[in-house]
């Protein structure tokens, strides 16, 4: 098989390569979007867990 | 003593017997639809409108009409099914006698499928009554008329118990109508197809007992599924 | 053994054999993945009839084959979670469904850019294809429950009943979609029509199908993750997780 062939897929190109491109793409979209999920939640738990921190400080300093 | 007493309360406020509980929730439900007519009339009126919609929208010509009818008169009376099912539940999910039922002592299951009844009797029923008249409109000849009408009187019973599972798991949701439709239209095509099929063929000419005996079986395993599982969907959504 | 399956039971615990799991499936995927692509094709001689085009069906069989596993999964741990009550196969269940959905549309796609040049349109209502749109409806009507309720436990409650409803309807749908195409036309060719198929053709398949489940329990279990994170925000060891990252 030539690489002519092989990209030409024996002028089924037009379909051939968007399907695996489509597949390919839409893969690896639905393999990034939990890991930034992950990150992102892990961040708004740190930040959320930040604040309540400095909300009881603040509290036990006004019991004083 | 006290505990005897209080036995001896909870027995009297129990009614005889299920059935009797069933009976009594038919007789209630079609006595409030009788008082809230616009509820069930207008999904009719939305039946005929859709219906006579197609002459306008496609061609007045007898042979396409008579050629599109049957699939027209079905697509038109499951929406109108779907609109009523919304109803279902929903006053007396409001007024909390939904809760009541699920509380009563008697099988749930058995109470949801006298509300379903009582439903189809008021939406499903007239829809079949007005069916001649619209078959008509549509020019369907009197032989394909009956096998529509044998269709629908099987179909729409099956209709009404899988969207009571849908109306059951919607049931306190704002926009419930639209996701009803989303999840009950994909599980209704089978009927869709058996049903349609079957006129289509009447008009050719075939034997149609085969399409209609799964329509029957169809309704029948609805018959003894979907109860069930919208008193559990009930029990879900209600606590 | 006891005690593994009632770990399993504990998020902390699911979280981290999943954890521990997913480097291995993702290898596993990326590797016959490889494979798949260069035997499907490159090794893979032409097919006599649809020559180039047959190519195809290596990405259009395991997205098929997957769009229906997926419910078949989502069906399992829905009856797991209805019957005993474990929280965690109802997280299952929720994040299995973006992705049955994603695989139900790929089969979609690529079925009818296969179609395009094999039966001269992108879109026949063939037998498989109006399937497996009706599957992507499934699929849309439980995401649109799950994502309407917003109580989580009714909401997961709920969208279970409905994924067992769709199982039961899912042979009656298919059974009544192949009678009613073959009333209305006869057999097209199909994508899958060959009595034989070479090994050379068949080898790249089977690890394209590899692939696709190792993808699809790596990302499941990735997600998974994710969701008990935030269920369980409230516990000691989330807390702990947070603080060391």
């Known amino acids: 098989m030539t690489l002519q062939h092989f990209f030409s897929m024996g002028g089924y190109a037009r379909y051939v390569w968007p399907c695996y491109g489509l597949v390919i793409g839409l893969l690896l979209v639905n393999w990034w979007l939990p890991l930034r999920r992950k990150r992102y939640i892990i961040k708004m738990l740190a930040r959320r867990m930040a604040y309540l921190d400095k909300e009881a400080l603040a509290k036990e300093r006004q019991g004083e | 003593m006290v505990e005897a007493s209080h036995k001896l309360y909870v027995k009297k406020a129990v009614p005889a017997s299920a059935w009797r509980a069933c009976l009594q929730v038919l007789r209630r439900d079609l006595l409030l639809s009788l008082r809230r007519r616009s509820e069930f009339s207008n999904p009719l009126f939305f039946y005929v409108i859709v219906v006579s919609l197609f002459p306008l929208a496609i061609s007045p010509a007898p042979k396409t009409l008579q050629m599109i009818a049957p699939g027209v008169i079905w697509v038109a009376a499951l929406l109108a099914t779907l609109l009523a099912l919304e109803h279902l539940f929903r006053s007396d999910y409001d007024d909390g006698s939904l809760e009541q039922l699920v509380l009563s002592p008697h099988p749930l299951a058995a109470l949801v499928f006298a509300k379903v009844v009582a439903h189809w009797l008021v939406t499903g029923l007239p829809l079949l009554l007005l069916t001649p008249m619209l078959a008509m409109f549509l020019h369907l000849s009197a032989q394909q008329t009956s096998i529509l009408l044998l269709t629908l009187f099987l179909g ?38 058996f049903a349609v099929a079957s006129v ?17 079986a169809l309704c029948v395993l609805a018959l003894c599924l979907t109860p069930v599982t919208t008193a559990a969907a009930l029990k879900v959504t209600l606590t | 053994m006891w005690t593994f399956i009632h770990k399993l039971g504990s998020p902390k615990h699911c979280y981290r054999i999943a954890g521990y799991f997913i480097p291995y499936l993702g290898t596993i995927s990326i590797v016959c993945f490889i494979y798949g692509l260069v035997g499907g094709l490159i090794l893979a001689p032409a097919d006599y009839q649809q020559g180039d085009g047959f190519r195809i069906i290596y990405v259009h069989v395991p997205s098929a084959f997957l769009s229906l596993s997926v419910y078949m999964v989502m069906a399992l741990s829905a009856t797991v979670s209805l019957i005993w009550r474990i929280k965690m196969a109802d997280v299952i269940t929720k994040v299995s469904a973006p992705l049955g959905a994603t695989f139900t549309f790929l089969a979609l796609v690529t079925g009818s850019l296969w179609g395009k040049p094999m039966w001269g349109t992108y879109w026949v209502w063939d037998a498989r294809l109006t399937s497996e749109l009706i599957l992507l409806f499934l699929y849309v009507g439980y995401m649109a429950l799950e994502s309407a309720l ?74 998974a993750r994710c969701e008990i994170l935030l269920r369980e925000q409230k516990s000691n060891w989330v807390k702990e997780l947070v603080q060391t990252t």
Not at chain 3, 192 to 219: G, Q
């Open chain 3, 150 to 223: 917003e109580d989580r436990h009714m909401a997961a409650r709920a969208s279970n009943i409905l994924v067992l409803v769709g199982v039961v309807n899912i042979p009656i749908i298919h059974y009544s979609v192949v009678w009613w195409n073959t009333l209305h036309q006869g057999a097209s060719i199909s994508l899958l029509n060959k009595p034989t198929i070479a090994p050379s053709m068949l080898y790249p398949l089977l690890a394209m199908l590899v692939a696709f489940m190792a993808f699809f329990f790596a990302v499941m279990l990735m997600r």
């Open chain 2, 200 to 216: 289509v063929n009447a008009g050719v000419g075939v034997v149609v007992t085969g399409q209609l005996a799964v329509l029957g």
């Open chain 2, 156 to 193: 729409t019973p099956t209709l009404s118990l899988l969207g009571a599972v849908g109306a059951a798991l919607t049931v306190g949701l704002r926009n419930r109508g639209l996701l009803l439709a989303l999840l009950i239209l994909p599980l209704y095509i089978p009927v869709l197809i």
